[in-house]
């Protein structure tokens, strides 16, 4: 018999968020999914979560806005998208006719932004939660200052929980100096689940020009180099909240994706892997089955949080 891979990320919300298995793309990693439809069965995935999505489309900060450092890279992309009404009536449709649940990313300026995001996205076909992003690097306004803060990470999380009846996923910046008091202060405030962790602010210098890489300057540093450090954040945060923690940051194997899940994750999120390997998603979820057969595991919660015992 197969294992039970199945996992239940919002087991407080009325609609709940099961996915078949805990294996999730990160957002801006994976566009809206559509794009990969042609390299492998995106479908197996336990969820796909779509590019952050705004109000209003944007166009995203000056180039240069990627440059690749030593085992990662550094981005300042600045949530260029193709604004939230375009999503509802371009992707949303496409996702309906998915087994695969697409959760949409979302990131506002104000608090007031946020809550029009989940009234605009509440109830529309094809979207089964929300991921709200206060933890973006890369924009002037919004982003990393509300997920800084417990008391603005707060505002923002009610603000959405109350216009949604969809679960809501918070996903948290690793850019502050307690990110589990955040972590808590999200979780009283109504999120069903935390996801953590979103970039950490970098730049990098182009010793010839000598300027900034960047055409924003700063950006935020993602891949394997940040990993280790992502993975002592989720152990932390899973330690001191009761609800689901997704953990994010530098997975590319099962062997990363099981380290997270060991520390207290109920699922991964794949992120830069995915521009070094289109199919790296599903790779690490191949691993994982064969970890859990080779392991002889029953089911995937024999597994969470199993460093922690
Ligand atoms: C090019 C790029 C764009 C991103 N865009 C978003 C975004 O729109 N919203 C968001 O919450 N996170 C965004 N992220 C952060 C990722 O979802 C993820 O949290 C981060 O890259 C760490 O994971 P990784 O090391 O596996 O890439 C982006 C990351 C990259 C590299």
Do not use: H
């Not at 306004?141 to 996923?169: H, Y």
């Not at 300027?211 to 989720?234: D, F, H, N």
């Not at 070094?276 to 998603?281: F, K, Q, W």
Request: charged content about 20%.
């Amino acid at each position: 018999m197969s294992a039970d891979l199945s996992v239940q990320l919002a087991p407080g919300n009325r609609r709940g968020l099961r996915l078949a298995n805990p294996v999730m793309t990160a957002s801006g990693t994976f566009g809206y999914g559509t794009e990969y439809g042609q390299l492998f069965d995106i479908q197996k995935l336990g969820a796909i979560v779509c590019k952050g999505a705004t109000l209003e489309p944007r166009e995203g900060n000056p180039q240069p806005r990627l440059v690749e450092t030593a085992c990662g890279v550094v981005n300042s992309i600045g949530l260029q998208n193709i604004g939230v009404r375009a999503l509802i009536k371009e992707k949303a449709p496409v996702w309906a006719k998915w087994r695969v649940p697409v959760i949409v990313n979302i990131a506002g300026e104000t608090v007031e932004e946020y809550r029009r995001l989940a009234v605009a996205l509440d109830g529309v076909k094809g979207v089964s939660a929300l991921e709200v992003n206060i933890s973006c690097p890369n924009v002037k306004a919004g982003g990393a200052a509300f997920g800084a803060d417990p008391q603005c990470a707060s505002e923002v999380t009610a603000a959405v929980r109350s216009a949604s009846s969809l679960p809501v996923i918070v996903k948290l910046t690793p850019n502050t100096g307690d990110i589990a008091a955040v972590a808590k202060a999200v979780a009283d405030a109504g999120a069903d689940a935390i996801s953590l962790v979103n970039s950490f602010k970098a730049m990098a210098i182009d010793v010839k020009t000598r300027r900034p890489s960047l055409g924003s300057i700063t950006g935020g540093l993602s891949g394997p180099a940040i990993k280790p450090v992502a993975l002592a954040m989720v152990y932390e945060v899973a330690g001191a909240v009761g609800v689901p923690v997704i953990g994010c940051g530098g997975i590319s194997s099962a062997g990363d994706a099981l380290e997270f899940i060991m520390a207290g994750a109920s699922a991964v999120q794949v992120g830069s892997a995915s521009f070094l390997n289109p199919r790296a998603s599903l790779d690490v979820l191949e691993g994982l089955e064969e970890f859990m057969q080779a392991e002889k595991v029953k089911s995937l919660k024999e597994l969470i949080g199993a460093a922690r015992e």
